[in-house]
């Protein structure tokens, strides 16, 4: 019986990372770090890509009008990572545009299984650091816009 109890207790323990989220802290707070430089914006501008990227396909099912403008806030932050990326690192538009869209689609896939582990925990896909960075690059996309630099 003890036997029993102890290969339960390890099992939980050892399974409990299984379920580990992939990102453990929002763009938000990533965001009001001191010294943030080129870098960092660079990673919020792709995080924010893969978040809205992921939020697109889901929408696209659902409404295919919805589905195209998240589309397009994640095309034109994906431009302005491109444009940073490019000049911070010396090469072309084309190379920084490749480099962003394979950071894209692994935020994306990250984003995916992290929404489908929130629904797993609480019926929700968007919620927990999903929702709050679905909503951080919402307002990111709109200030940036209002701003000129979209």
């Known amino acids: 019986m003890k036997r029993l109890l102890g290969i339960v207790v390890l099992s939980l323990f050892f399974n409990g990372n ?20 080129v870098t960092s914006l660079i990673y919020i501008l792709n995080r924010c890509t ?3 990227t992921y939020n697109s396909i889901m ?6 009008d919805v589905g195209l403008h998240y589309n397009l806030m994640s095309s034109s932050l994906m431009h302005l990572a491109s444009k940073y990326y490019s000049k911070h690192n ?9 480099v962003n869209s394979k950071r894209m689609m692994q ?12 629904f797993l925990k609480n019926g929700h896909y ?11 690059c919402e307002d ?11």
């Open 140 to 150: 990111l996309h709109e200030d940036l816009k209002k701003r000129g630099l979209m």
């Open 18 to 37: 299984a379920y580990s989220l992939n990102f453990n802290q929002k763009i938000s707070k990533y965001a009001e770090e001191p010294n943030m430089g």
């Open 90 to 98: 010396n090469v072309s538009f084309d190379v920084a545009l490749e």
């Open 59 to 64: 929408m696209f099912k659902e409404n295919t």
């Open 50 to 52: 893969g978040i809205l």
């Open 126 to 136: 968007l919620t927990g650091i999903v929702g709050d960075d679905l909503k951080f």
């Open 107 to 118: 935020l994306d896939e990250y984003y995916r299984q992290d929404a489908k582990e929130m």
